[in-house]
């Protein structure tokens, strides 16, 4: 009997993405400084790093990670319920569900484990999962993998889904969005999709990856910006690694719920706990994005400040108040010519294709952070405009 060789076929398929000029590549990186990076013997001014708050590089953090790792080594060593819970995990926890204003919250060792384990203990097969059109490819996959009908309405439309949860009126249901869209930067209508939850009976979950540390008046994140409480967004996730510098994700709600999470979610179940150092970093992290609002303040500033300069240069900018901005190229070569244009002038913002976006609508994912300064902004600015991207095709 002769079968078609699997690693073939990848080969076959990773040579279909090359000729196609969408295929991936690592890139390493040697040394980073502040919004600089070193990869292959060239200095970089970053605009494409999650590092919202500059945290990740800040002297407290690497401190509180070296203290840690002095009295508690570097692995935990074990799973969660196994004997890898530490100290440092319990008070992260503490301080995470305080911020976010739940009653408790559990760590995960990255925000894909988060959002798959919740939805394989929430969901059962068959059981309406409703989705954004654009949501992070996490949130669709732990509903595919939950076994759940999955059922996705074109992006922020609200009447699309209504009918969606309408659709099955009798079993249970789940609503899951992203707070802040992680390629198009604009926030979900949070508010209107809790009381359409509320109206037609059904759970409402929320990614806020991109948005905790960065909105709300102390960072809390988009539902906070929104006011809404623990019953309005019974499952809030948030990763660790973007605002808050460091690494790993949290689900936070009710007792119930991260009561059942312990008990079902095969994700935080079957894997090793993050090092405890990890998590006495990423408590120092919270702390510091709690109280320093002027991190924020200086975001919104830069924020604002390259809005204005790109609509005065005519950029295909998409609409965002997030530190996510978008210039929308649509053809997947001019983006990748765009972002290697950039490079060659000192800049790295790299270009998001197909399939991470959907076809015509290849862009140069640019991202803010308070480590970067108003000098910073203007010389990518200044970068942009000598592209001609106001001329180009969209």
Request: aromatic fraction near 4%; include cysteine; glycine fraction near 8%.
């Amino acid at each position: 009997m002769s079968r078609p060789d699997l690693i073939e076929r990848l080969a076959v398929q990773t040579a279909e993405r090359a000729q196609a000029q969408l295929q991936r590549r690592l890139r390493v990186i040697e040394r980073a400084e502040g919004p600089f990076i070193e990869s292959n013997g060239r200095r970089l001014l970053v605009f494409c790093t999650n590092d919202y708050l500059g945290l990740a590089q800040d002297p407290r953090l690497i401190s509180a990670l070296k203290h840690a790792a002095d009295a508690s080594g570097v692995g935990s060593g074990s799973a969660h319920l196994i004997c890898g819970h530490r100290r440092e995990h319990a008070e992260l926890e503490e301080a995470l569900a305080e911020w976010t204003g739940r009653e408790r919250a559990l760590l995960f060792s990255t925000g894909y484990m988060a959002n798959l384990g919740v939805m394989q203990a929430l969901l059962q097969r068959g059981e309406l999962c409703v989705q954004d059109k654009l949501n992070h490819a996490c949130l669709l996959d732990g509903a595919q993998l939950a076994g759940a009908a999955l059922k996705r309405y074109p992006h922020t439309d609200l009447d699309a889904a209504a009918r969606q949860l309408r659709s099955d009126v009798e079993g249970c249901a789940l609503l899951a969005t992203d707070g802040v869209f992680s390629m198009d930067g604009d926030i979900a209508p949070l508010r209107e999709l809790a009381t359409l939850c509320a109206q037609e009976g059904a759970t409402l979950m929320v990614d806020d990856a991109h948005g905790v540390g960065v909105l709300g008046t102390d960072g809390a994140g988009s539902v906070a910006e929104a006011s809404l409480s623990e019953r309005d967004v019974p499952v809030l996730m948030a990763t660790l690694g973007k605002a808050l510098g460091c690494n790993g994700a949290f689900v936070a709600g009710s007792a119930t719920l991260i009561d059942g999470l312990i008990q079902f979610a095969r994700t935080y179940i079957y894997t090793t706990a993050m090092p405890p150092a990890l998590a006495a970093a990423t408590h120092c992290a919270v702390t510091i994005a709690r109280n320093e609002s002027w991190r924020r303040e200086k975001l919104n500033a830069l924020i604002q400040r390259f809005r204005h300069g790109a609509e005065q240069l005519g950029l295909p900018l998409m609409p965002s108040r997030t530190p996510i901005q978008p210039l929308l190229l649509g053809d997947a070569q001019h983006a990748l010519e765009a972002s290697r244009t950039l490079e060659a002038q000192g800049l790295l913002a790299v270009a998001i294709r197909p399939p991470t976006v959907p076809q015509g609508q290849s862009r140069l994912r640019i991202t803010l952070s308070a480590a970067h300064e108003e000098i910073h902004v203007d010389r990518l600015l200044e970068a942009l405009a000598s592209l001609r991207l106001a001329d180009a095709p969209v």
